[in-house]
Structures are given as structure tokens and as C-alpha cells.
């Protein structure tokens, strides 16, 4: 049989392949984070992740997104972008509830174990609103995260929409769209660090280098890829 006859199985299964190929690229980023999420969740122990992580990923989604109003990528690429995003709030959900919980659970031990109950006093909570440097990213809510990337969105999308026009900034902004993903190790090496331990990090994290591709990626070396 020719290469004309096949010409009818050959081009859904090259729109399949290309198919899976953008599935991939828009899922592939937030598959290592399953697992973290399910031991979380089934330890109810958050200790071992770093939430700055999802900082990270979170700073450098968002410009993506900006960056793509100014230079145009595949749509495979900017979904990938709101899935991490959506991901990392889910993360930030999951570890905030756990954290408050055991620290709720403490000051319970505590109070029962204290032969005076003065000395088992409440922690002030910690808040967004508070603007206190030193807990930033530690807060006792989950919509004080929220906020928080609303209102970088906010200010960011404002920028990006008075200096739109310039090509200086659009391309900076992909720059720094790559620098902050490329540094997405650091924080939980950081923590391992301090602490001493990995216990609680899956040993499956993505790698800084599959997450970036989105904004190294050129206008059309996505379908050239594909062929």
C-alpha cells in the first residue's frame, strides 16, 4: 500500500500525537506535585514542603501570562501556565489548613499538660493585612494567600498594560518569568538546609528545566516541534 493510501490513518494519527503532545505540555508540569499532595493529605504533615515553592511557581506563572499579552506563544503553553497556577493555590490550601490544624492541636496538648493556663497562651494570628515581614507567606488563612497573588496580579497587569508597547519590557518580562521558575530548587533547599532533614519531600520534584520550556519556546518552534 502507498504513502497515499495511508494518507487517511495517517492524519488523525499525527492530530492524535499532536494532540497528546499539548496534553502533556499542559499537565506534564504539575504530575510531581500529585504525590506530594496525597502525602500531605494522608500524613497531615506539611513540614517537609516548602510553600515557597509554590511562590516561586506562582511569581513566575503569572508573568508567563503577561508576557504572553505582549508576545504571542501557543495556547498549550499559556494553559500550562493557569493549571500550575490552580495547582500551587491548591498546594497553598492543602499545607495552610494542615499547618493550622497541628499548631491548633499543640496548643490543645499544651493547655491540657500546663499546671497554670496563663502559660498556654494562643499565638497572635498571622495576616496578610498585618504587612509583618518577618511571617510573609506564613499565614494562618488560606485567603490571605489570595489575596496576596491578586493583589501582585493586580499591580503587575497594570504595569504590563501601560508598558505594553514596549519591547524592552515585554521581552524583560519574560526574562524574569524564566529566571524566577529557573530558582524554584532554592527555597526547598533552603528549608532541607536549615532543618537539616528531607523527610516529607518527594524525591520526584519537576525539573526547573521542563517547567521553563513554555517562555524558551519561541512564536511557531511549537508546531515546528511537532513535526
Known sequence: ??????????????????????GAMVFGGVVPYIPQYRDIRRTQNAEGFSTYVCLVLLVANILRILFWFGRRFEAPLLWQSVVMILTMLLMLKLCTEVRVANE??????VFAAADNKDEARAPPRRSYLDLDPQHFWHWDSFGDYVQCVLAFTGVAGCVTYLSIDSALFVESLGFLAVLT?????MPQLCRNHRHQST??????????????????????????WQE
Open 104 to 109: 491548633l492541636n499543640l496548643k490543645r496538648r
Open 1 to 22: 500500500m502507498d504513502a497515499e493510501g495511508l494518507g487517511w490513518l495517517l492524519v488523525p494519527l499525527q492530530q492524535l500525537v499532536s494532540w497528546g503532545a499539548a
Open 199 to 224: 523527610e516529607g519531600m518527594r524525591t520526584q520534584q519537576p525539573d526547573p528545566v521542563f517547567l521553563c520550556r513554555g517562555t524558551l519556546l519561541p512564536p511557531g518552534d511549537w508546531d515546528a
Open 181 to 185: 521558575e529557573a530558582m524554584l530548587g
